[in-house]
């Protein structure tokens, strides 16, 4: 498990850095699997598949905070 972590991270930092709303939205597309990585943990291709979707990952993303503050207002 800690590769994994380890991997998903750098992977994340290596998309979004210091971009903390963007590394949030990546995360959340891989972990609820709007993203499918390669599963072959090399960071150069999971990070074009990453990256080829990357403006429709944010967009996305927006869409999920604005549906949850919907539901709580």
Request: aromatic residues 10%; hydrophobic residues 40%.
């Amino acid at each position: 498990m800690g590769f994994q972590k380890n991997y998903l991270n750098d992977l994340i930092c290596a998309c979004a850095p210091e971009n903390g709303f963007a590394q949030e939205a990546i995360e959340y597309a891989i972990v609820s699997g709007w993203v499918t990585l390669s599963g072959t943990y090399q960071s150069e291709v999971d990070i074009r598949i990453v990256m080829s979707q990357y403006d429709a990952i944010l967009e996305g993303y927006r869409k999920v905070i604005r549906d949850r503050e919907a539901l709580v207002a």
